[in-house]
C-alpha cells in the first residue's frame, strides 16, 4: 500500500474529489490538503502544510498538479518520495517565481494558438478551457463554489531549490489539454527536465474528467521502474 500525496493547483482540493475513491478503492491511503490562502503563506506555507498533513506516513507517490509543480518538488526535497508525479504540470527552475513562468515558458501564446488551431476563440473561458470533458454535474459545482484566493506570495516567491529534487520522477500530459497544450508541454518537459513525458487522453483537470483511467496510470507507475 502506497501513500498518495496530492497537490492541487490553482483551485481548491476539491479537484481530487473523484480520484481519491479510486485510489482509496484500490487499498491505497490518500492524503489531499487544502493549501492555505494566506497571502503571505506562498510557497513555504503550502509545502508545510503539504508536510503536516503527511504527517508520518511513508512510502510516498507525491501528484502535484498544475499550480502544484511548484510545490512538490519543494516536498520531495523534505521527507523521502518513493515517486514524483507530475500531472499537467509547470515546471519551475532555479530561482523562478510562479508568475514569471507564464512569460518565461510563452504559455498564454501556445494556449491561443492551440485555440486557434483548434477552431476555437483564442480569449480564456474558464468553462471552455479547464472543464470542457469535465462531467456537468461536476462542472456546475465546481463553478457554484466561492472560488479560494491563491496566496499572494505563491506567485512572487523565487523557487528555492539549486536543482531538481533527486526523487524519481514522471510527468503525465493530458494530449486534450487546452490550457497547456501537449506540444507546448512536450517541449518544456524536454527542456526542463530532459525526460520524455507520459500521455493520456482527456484535459487539463483528468482527475476530474477521467479519474479511473487517472488511478490506473498512477497504479502502473507504482509496477515500473520509472524515469529518473
Not at 3 to 32: C, F, K, M, N
Not at 105 to 126: I, M, N, W
Not at 177 to 206: K, N
Request: glycine content about 8%; some cysteine.
Amino acid at each position: 500500500m502506497a501513500t498518495y500525496v496530492l497537490i492541487h493547483g490553482a483551485g481548491d482540493a476539491s479537484y481530487w474529489q473523484r480520484l481519491v475513491p479510486e485510489l482509496r478503492g484500490r487499498g491505497h491511503d490518500v492524503v489531499a490538503p487544502e493549501l492555505p490562502s494566506d497571502d503571505d503563506a506562498g510557497l513555504a506555507g503550502y509545502t508545510d502544510t503539504v508536510l503536516s498533513a503527511i504527517g508520518d506516513r511513508t512510502d510516498l507517490v507525491v501528484v502535484a498538479q498544475s499550480l502544484g509543480g511548484f510545490t512538490g518538488p519543494l516536498v520531495c526535497d523534505r521527507v523521502p518520495v518513493r515517486l514524483l508525479v507530475m500531472l499537467c504540470a509547470m515546471v519551475p527552475t532555479p530561482g523562478e517565481t510562479a508568475g514569471d513562468w507564464w512569460g518565461n515558458t510563452g504559455s498564454d501564446q501556445a494556449r491561443r494558438e492551440q485555440a486557434v488551431r483548434d477552431g476555437r476563440s483564442p480569449e480564456f473561458d474558464v468553462v471552455e478551457t479547464f472543464f470542457h470533458d469535465v462531467p456537468p454535474e461536476i462542472v456546475a459545482e465546481a463553478t457554484a463554489r466561492e472560488p479560494r484566493n491563491e496566496s499572494a506570495s505563491m506567485w512572487t516567491d523565487p523557487w528555492p531549490l539549486q536543482a531538481w529534487p533527486d526523487v524519481p520522477t514522471r510527468f503525465l500530459l493530458g494530449r486534450d489539454d487546452r490550457f497547456f497544450p501537449a506540444s507546448f508541454l512536450r517541449r518544456v518537459v524536454r527542456d526542463r527536465l530532459g525526460i520524455v513525458p507520459d500521455e493520456m487522453d482527456g484535459g487539463h483537470c483528468p482527475a476530474l474528467s477521467r479519474p479511473k483511467d487517472l488511478a490506473d496510470r498512477l497504479e502502473a507507475y507504482l509496477h515500473e521502474e520509472p524515469a529518473g
